[in-house]
């Protein structure tokens, strides 16, 4: 694994979790691999997929990845390559940060066209130190942590603390 980062997308590896998503999978990986983006996909995790092999599968995947950060998606996200380096560039220059997060955009398909929406909100101001704090603001803002570009050893650190009786959906929250 790389353990200084350069500050851009070939930092980033993304991990496709696969929920539920099979026919999206193909398109997603096309996609990374046009934008020259490192990509890996976990064997498909469903709603019943217990936290245990939910965290096995992940870790499994992470001891392939060749890049000092990582992200999660699922098949049908797909994160821009702007983004990731924005967020790999914010890492390199805060070594002491976790991760780095902006924001999604959601879509709603229509009669021939497709309107797109900002998920979630603007981070409130950080209430407090350590990672209450962090998670209570992310909740307030209605982003889900495990989309953020991470560091590869602190998602492992974070894998062996978890629960193993998670559904899929509470794992990926705990993440």
């Given amino acids: 694994m790389v353990d200084i980062a350069s500050g851009s997308r070939s930092d980033v590896t993304v991990v496709l979790l696969g929920h539920d998503q099979a026919a999206h999978r193909e398109r997603a990986l096309h996609?990374?691999?046009?934008?020259?983006?490192?990509?890996?996909?976990?064997?498909?995790?469903?709603?019943?997929?217990?936290?245990?092999?939910?965290?096995?599968?992940l870790s499994q995947a992470l001891q392939q990845v060749a890049t000092p950060l990582v992200n999660m998606a699922l098949d049908a996200d797909f994160v821009q390559a702007p983004a990731l380096d924005s967020a790999a560039e914010c890492l390199s220059a805060n070594p002491l940060a976790l991760g780095a997060q902006g924001y999604a955009l959601g879509y709603v398909p229509g009669n021939g066209q497709v309107a797109y929406y900002k998920m979630g909100h603007s981070f409130p101001a950080l209430e407090g130190e350590g990672a209450s704090a962090r998670i209570r603001s992310h909740a307030l803002a209605n982003q889900p942590a495990w989309r953020a570009v991470v560091r590869v050893e602190r998602l492992r650190s974070v894998l062996a603390d978890l629960p193993e009786d998670l559904d899929f959906a509470s794992w990926r929250d705990a993440l």
Wanted: charged share 15%; with cysteine.
């Fill in 31 to 57: 996609y990374y691999r046009q934008a020259g983006i490192a990509c890996l996909a976990l064997e498909a995790l469903e709603t019943h997929s217990p936290g245990a092999l939910c965290s096995a599968r």
